[in-house]
């Protein structure tokens, strides 16, 4: 059963109330989330990053822009991450997916009205693989996610990783000052080699609306994987925001208004 951390927050807007839950994933480990209302019974629910949290800036910047416009949100971490049980993992696409399964199916029961999924990166991907396995929620909002999980590892963990991991069974990655971030196993890597975000993206269904936003500098994660997704994706709208990077530093205002306005193009807004 999921748990209230504390009651209503005073607030410099009075008509947003804030709420802090736990809910259980179907693995037994409770899941950090804060919840704003702002009277509307459409609910927003944003997904945080590899190795981030709900406290990450994109989605606490969202969170406010939403908000002001009347939208409520829900934001919480991911098992293994930020206030969340459970142990960080590498891999971990499909599991973060069942987390997203357990938020939105508690929320519901609270007789909130699911009106759209954002993720942010690793987070981009968890929404999209969501929408390809439950068919239950209508707008899809895919900030920097990538196409291609079969690239991007080796800038992570160096090269020849495949054959370190297979001779040792695991790769730890560390800082700069030499410390351990975390640990790397064989089954986290298969895990994330085995997520196929091209067959997700044909799952898709035609009525789900989805929206791809884009850097056009990302230095993570290439452009063309946004590219990827527009061709396969049956309903699908992308826009390339120009100058960006991956954590749209000096573009948090484009990006919050680009998410706001789809919304509420797609009748999610202060009306609802």
Known sequence: MAQPLSSEKPSDLPVISEQRILIPN???????????????????????GFRASKEDNIIVNLTASLTSQGISTFSFDFAGNGESEGEFQYGNYCREADDLRAVISYLSEQKHEIAAIIGHSKGGNVVLLYASMYHDVPIVINCSGRFALDRGIEGRLGKEFMQRIKRDGFIDVKDKTGKIEYRVTEDS????????????????????????????????????????????????????????????????????????????????????
């Open 189 to 272: 890597l298969m895990d994330r080699l085995s997520t196929d975000m091209h067959a997700a993206s044909l799952s898709i269904d035609k009525e789900c609306r989805v929206f791809t936003i884009h850097g056009s500098e990302d230095e993570i994660i290439p452009v063309e994987d946004a590219l990827e997704f527009a061709k396969l994706i049956p309903n699908h709208k992308l826009h390339i925001v120009e100058g960006a990077n991956h954590c749209y530093s000096a573009h948090q205002q484009e990006l919050a208004s680009l998410v706001v306005d789809f919304l509420k193009s797609n009748q999610v807004g202060d009306a609802s």
């Open 26 to 48: 179907k693995y037994g480990e409770k899941l950090a989330g804060v919840l704003h209302q702002t009277g509307s019974k459409k609910l927003v629910i944003l997904c945080h």
